[in-house]
């Protein structure tokens, strides 16, 4: 093997904060060699972000570093700043997680691809930069790239301002590409994009990259070797193979066990590790009566929400109408999970709103357990509120951190006019329920991990007995690992109380896990209703064919016959025979 | 483009039209400009027929009804004509005359003390957000609080007696009162340099004011944007610290400090109230506060007229400089 171009060795950081030293890398060394790709893995709070950062010198003037970084013969640590600038964006590059903020606002997005071409070579000129930032744009495959490059970031989608970034990187063709969890904030047809993307990018430039993700799926498509990680020290190092076929170490085990698979129904046909342990929630829930005698809890009719668009601050008009909602029916047989998937702006969230809101619809009709929501009275209403309630996306917002548990947990029952008595047992029973002690009934909510918080919120749920639970993407802000406890206890309470869940979520491969049925939304409509089994394995609809094969699949060999070319080789080079030709050239 | 403007001038004009009949039907309500009339020491009263005629010429007659007196005055305003002083002062000078002598002498020390107080206070907040906890940024905190704790006519004694001293001290010192030296041919050039030298002191006071309070707000946003992504993206594409911050970063800090622009020129105005007084320039703020004492009914409502059109342009001018910074809100 070819002599590394980065080392990293005996990394440690550390910051201090109102508790005491906080040491978010300790004695971490590897090494990554030209063209390679690493991928290094882990969950919240690993320390892979702060010591990609190290590398980049971006680290805090707080921090606390020690050991050493070699890139090309240069020691990092003993460069100034003016050093350092001199390699950032030249011959190491860096891609951000979230496009929507990595980007500055107020300069057009070819001017900030100029930008970056001219401050490592000031002999290029104004002109030449920027006709060089229209070609880049088309090589990362933006249509349009001359119109587009005179725009300002808030009028490029998330996707689109993510290609923007990864045009950036690739600009002045360098050495070492770090991806910092480049897809985390998009959806997954476009995640797929830029993935590929990133991937021939970084092959046409012959750039190493290093990837941080806690996505396993992500990395098996993507990685030569894999580095994983856990509470700031490295776990386990190994070529992507390895790591996803034989790990060594409990802890990746485990990690791996935990990832939700698509391809959930082929187990056993798959060599690796990934989603073992989901598999057991698919199993829970089975042996039901047949699903045309069971009684509905919910049936949504033709439900549409128009949103009008105006304009003019004094007199407002009308100038057209967003369908967020577009005429979608459903209904949710008792102790069925019915699955709403889409991705963002199709319309899942309006849906909710309109069912709890319990008022007659804009268009079309919601029935609770057979009865018309517009056709309550008040009284009727604010009952039917315990029946249907609702467990929110991030548990830490959604809990009053003023409140202890019991509190929390109590509150829907006093609405709804229970004695103390039965609410202190109650506390007890549902806190026992989801896989949490009564004693912690005292507690706040600070004083809970994501997961638990998470649980909290799902005992709030089930406080009065209710018929149906709407969960809003209950686990996309938690860890693999503790998503798949939580969605265990889901399943577990779905088979023990026999209560009917509505699963919005935008992750198709957790839907598979615990869902019965399967939605499939797009621009307000279903476009695909059917048993979660029969869509996954024989998707009808387009769209839910094409995310289906955008979802990764935590299995390398898979992931990377599914890899697809998605640079433009012609306009990268640019139109003058090669850009960096052109640029020597000019020298 | 055009109707914007035009809707913005009329939203404009209707609102100070608003606040100057607010304030005319106030002053007209509540003071007494007749009792002129009758001071105690008058051995025999003024003949009726001169007293209602004095009242009336002034458009100030208790015995004409409020709204009789508020359109009189409002069909002055339409041809241009904001009335005549009343109360003690005798003289019947037409507002519009005193407003137009005062107001470039309060003018220039408004508009020098704000642009001076925002770029000192920009550029000591940022360097503060820059070098957060260092000496500079404690000591520049701490002097932003001691101004700001300190009532504007402390601020003022503390200047003119520093002045003093160095006069004291070195014989040379700056005027300590008055904008202008009747003494001096007007328009010489000794004149100009007398007022330019006079100046000096006043804006000073207003210049720290301002600072103080820019430098404040200016020291958060900038610690916005330090902790920004972008900022790190354009360090991650090779720009040094400096260099990405100057680049990406100011602009960026700017942008909610043009919120702060229009409430600073109403600040300014009420600052330079004091300054008027106590380094005794015949400014407008001058006579706000002897119009109010005298009873002047039409100049009170001329002074509000005239605050209610600078804080609205300056607010435009804020408006103005936020879609320059900030393209999304273009």
Redesign the interface.
Known sequence: MSDPILSVRDLSVSFPSEYGTVHAVQDLSYEVHKGEALAIVGESGSGKSVSSLAVMGLLPRTATISGEIEMLGHRMFELNDKQLSRLRGNTISMVFQDPLSALTPVYRVGDQIAEVVRIHHPEISKTRARQRAEELLDAVGIPEPGRRASQYPHEFSGGMRQRAMIAMAIANEPELIIADEPTTALDVTIQAQVMDLLKSAQELIGAATVLITHDMGVVAGFADRVLVMKESRMVELGTVDEIFYSPREKYTQDLLAAVPRVDAGEAGASRSVAGSAMQKIADLGEDRPPREELPTVLEVEDLAKVFPITKGAIVRRKIGEQRAVDGISFDIREGECLALVGESGSGKTTTLMEIMQLRTPQEGTIRIGGKETGALTRKERSTLRSDITVVFQDPMASLDPRMPIADIIKEPMRVQGYSKERMDERVDWLLKMVGLLPEHAARFPTEFSGGQRQRVGVARALACDPKLIILDEPTSALDVTVQAGVLAMLADLRARLGVSFLFVSHDLSVVRHISDRIAVMQKGRIVELGDTEEVFTNPQHPYSKELLSAVPIPDPEVARSRRREAIDRKAFEGTFGGFLADREDSQ | MIRFVS?RVLTYVILAFVATSFAYLLSASLMHPEEVLYPPIATEPVPAATAQHYLDVRNVNPDTPLFERYANWLGGLIRGDLGVTTGTNKSMVPVIDELATRIPISLRLVVLGTAIGTVLGIVLGMLAAVRRDSVGDRLSTLLAFFILSLPTPVIILIVQQANQGIMDLSGWGLPAINPINPLLEPGSWESFKYQAKALVMPTIVLAVTAAASYSRYMKVTTLDVLG???L??????????GRAMN??GL??AL?PMGQYFAFAVGGAFSGSLFVELMFNWQGIGRFAISAIQMADVNGTAGVVLYTAILTLLSATFADILQGA????IR
């Open positions: 809707l920004s992504d972008y790190r993206t354009a360090r991650a594409k090779g720009l040094t610290r680049r990406h602009r960026m942008i910074l900030d393209p999304r």
